[in-house]
């Protein structure tokens, strides 16, 4: 089965633009979630939908961060404007069962 | 969801198991251990994951300790392409999907 798929891979801007992320799940999975990984750190959760509802965004900064997923499909998250502390990668993963997350390559994003 | 603590890094020599260890010493009885590895400039991958009995697939065994305070992850026949970040989740299985939260794993490096 093709895997999650995420665009761009790799993408530089300067503080204060703003940034979208692409996200096209495994087919059938109903849970999408978005991580942001810090260079050294492990992937830490933004933001969880379950088809197209928001099950968990305690961790997304609202002010600059959104995210849709229209159709529970795909999904796209946004910063705007981007700041320095935004440098990550992120990652995109949906699953169908508890314990099997499927995670997408990412998207290196470096904000300068 | 319980604190896990790994070592931040171990070597291993191609065609030797490496063994991975967790200590989880305030798990929950309903909390289950997972694994997950991340190698480098990939997304996360599933291992495999237990309670409180042994598992064993095709990638890897889990031992959990009989008090369940700590694990080992075991890869009997390591090769290069297992090094990786390996990362040790203890989490509650609740029946729906949810958020894994990632603590900073164990760098595993492998050579010849």
């Known amino acids: 089965e093709a895997g999650v798929a995420q665009s761009p891979r790799y993408k530089i801007i300067e503080k204060r633009q703003s940034v979208a992320f692409w996200c096209n799940p495994i087919?059938?999975?109903?849970?999408l979630y978005w991580y942001q990984q810090i260079l050294g750190q492990g992937p830490k959760l933004l933001i969880q939908?379950?088809?197209?509802?928001?099950?968990?965004d305690s961790q997304l900064p609202k002010d600059r961060f959104s995210a849709e997923r229209l159709k529970g499909v795909d999904s796209t998250l946004k910063i705007q404007p981007a700041k320095l502390e935004d440098s990550a990668v992120y990652l995109c993963?949906?699953?169908?069962?508890?314990?099997?997350?499927?995670f997408g390559p990412g998207t290196r994003l470096l904000v300068l | 969801d319980a604190k896990t603590t790994q070592p931040p890094s171990m070597d291993c020599a191609e065609g030797r198991a490496a063994n991975l260890p967790c200590n989880h010493s305030?798990?929950?009885?309903?909390?289950?251990v997972y694994w997950y590895r991340q190698i480098h400039s990939q997304g996360p991958q599933y291992i495999i994951h237990?309670?409180?009995n042994n598992e064993t697939n095709e990638m890897a065994s889990l031992i959990i300790t009989e008090d369940r305070k700590s694990s080992t992850l075991i890869l009997p026949h390591a090769t290069l392409r297992d090094t990786a970040v390996y990362y040790c989740?203890?989490?509650?299985?609740?029946?729906?999907?949810?958020?894994?939260?990632f603590g900073t794993g164990t760098r595993l490096q492998v050579t010849l």
């Open positions: 993963a949906s699953s169908v069962v508890v314990e099997t997350q499927y």
């Open positions: 087919s059938g999975h109903a849970t």
């Open positions: 237990g309670l409180k």
């Open positions: 939908f379950q088809n197209n509802g928001v099950v968990d």
């Open positions: 989740i203890v989490r509650v299985r609740t029946g729906t999907a949810s958020k894994l939260t």
């Open positions: 305030t798990i929950s009885g309903n909390e289950y």
